[in-house]
């Protein structure tokens, strides 16, 4: 089946930086690649996705990339706030493993004043 | 919209005893996904419900099982329970049987003691 890596595990910026958190997937047959923040206490929101025929998306302060020759797609947040503060979770829908999602480990994403 | 409902929201059980955890989805969505987050963990999927009938399934034990009911709510039933599936299970609905762009709850969580 699928399986997702993420990177970095945790993840410190100070206000108004960039952070990039990095994810690899396995199967070449995935085609659709969302992400999702998840505050404590709260369960998993969609952020943005992508599917595999784009390289790019944007919304707002937040960019995915794909890159599928290497299969790996990231997530850009630029000029990050306090709210920014949250677990972020890739992951990945394979047609190949029956369409199921598969999420990754998560980045515990830290935003210092 | 209340969005995606589940309760209870914290339940402890002892080893060998079974739980019921219940769900109602977003209005309007008519798929029901129940997944378990261990700590530090992202989601694993465990199955899928559309139409009164699970759909998909992910690598799940038979001591997990489910229901969707009539109204698109739904219950995961856990049997003879480990301490092993202590951890934090999330419901998410979506519109017409797909795992894309999905609406968690905030989940219940479940120690086994």
């Known amino acids: 089946g699928e399986n997702v890596e993420q990177h970095p595990s945790t993840l410190s910026v100070q206000e108004g930086d960039s952070a990039v958190i990095k994810c690899t997937y396995s199967d070449s047959a995935s085609n659709y690649f969302p992400w999702y923040k998840q505050e404590l206490g709260k369960g998993p929101q969609l952020i943005i996705d992508?599917?595999?025929?784009?390289g790019e998306k944007k919304d707002q302060r937040i960019a995915v990339t794909l890159n599928k020759t290497a299969k790996h797609f990231s997530l850009h947040i630029t000029e990050t706030q306090p709210e920014d503060s949250a677990v972020y979770f890739c992951?990945?829908?394979?047609?190949?493993?029956?369409?199921?999602?598969?999420f990754g480990t998560g980045t515990q994403l830290k935003v210092e004043l | 919209d209340a969005g995606v409902t589940q309760s209870p929201t914290h339940l402890i059980k002892t080893r060998g005893q079974q739980v019921t955890l219940r769900c109602s989805p977003k209005s309007g969505h008519d798929t029901v996904s129940w997944y378990q987050q261990a700590l530090g963990q992202g989601p694993q999927f465990i199955f899928q419900y559309y139409e009164e009938e699970e759909r998909q399934r992910g690598n799940f034990p038979d001591r997990f099982s489910g229901h969707q009911f009539p109204n698109y709510s739904s219950e995961l039933n856990v049997n003879a329970l480990l301490l092993g599936d202590s951890a934090l299970y999330l419901c998410?609905?979506?519109?017409?049987?797909?795992?894309?762009?999905?609406?968690f709850g905030s989940g219940t969580q479940l120690s086994v003691l």
């Open positions: 998410a609905s979506s519109p017409g049987r797909t795992n894309e762009k999905l609406f």
């Open positions: 992951a990945a829908i394979s047609t190949g493993g029956g369409n199921k999602l598969t």
């Open positions: 992508i599917r595999s025929n784009v």
